[in-house]
Nanobody, 115 residues
Framework: VQLQASGGGLVQAGGSLRLSCSAS????????MGWYRQAPGKQRELVAA???????NYADSVKGRFTISRDNAKDTVYLQMNSLKPEDTAVYYC??????????WGKGTQVTVSS
């Protein structure tokens, strides 16, 4: 499956962005979809994930500020990011893990939060 992320940009601290990840085929059977991020000089880290049963998981640093959701009809996963902080600045990547535990990655989208 090919993943296309969009929605990144430059925003001031306290602002909001919504990232979208569109899949090239149905995500109905995809076990888990998620968002990761990688800041300069740091390792890629999990931001949020959502299972086929809509169970969600968030990094402690974004709990209460970010919300992940999936729209199976549109084969799209969203990441609503509110109350953004400069430390949220990173390249955000969409990820999917299918039933065979194969992982797929999309190209990243840059999120920059200015102070």
């Amino acid at each position: 499956v090919q993943l296309q992320a969009s929605g990144g940009g430059l925003v001031q601290a306290g602002g909001s962005l919504r990232l979208s990840c569109s899949a090239s085929r149905s995500i109905f059977s995809i076990n888990t979809m998620g968002w990761y991020r990688q800041a300069p000089g740091k390792q890629r880290e999990l931001v949020a994930a959502i299972t086929r049963g809509d169970t969600t998981n968030y990094a402690d640093s974004v709990k209460g500020r970010f919300t992940i959701s999936r729209d199976n009809a549109k084969d799209t996963v969203y990441l609503q990011m509110n109350s953004l902080k400069p430390e949220d600045t990173a390249v955000y990547y969409c990820n999917a893990v299918d039933a065979t535990v194969r992982a797929y990655w999309g190209k990243g989208t840059q999120v920059t939060v200015s102070s």
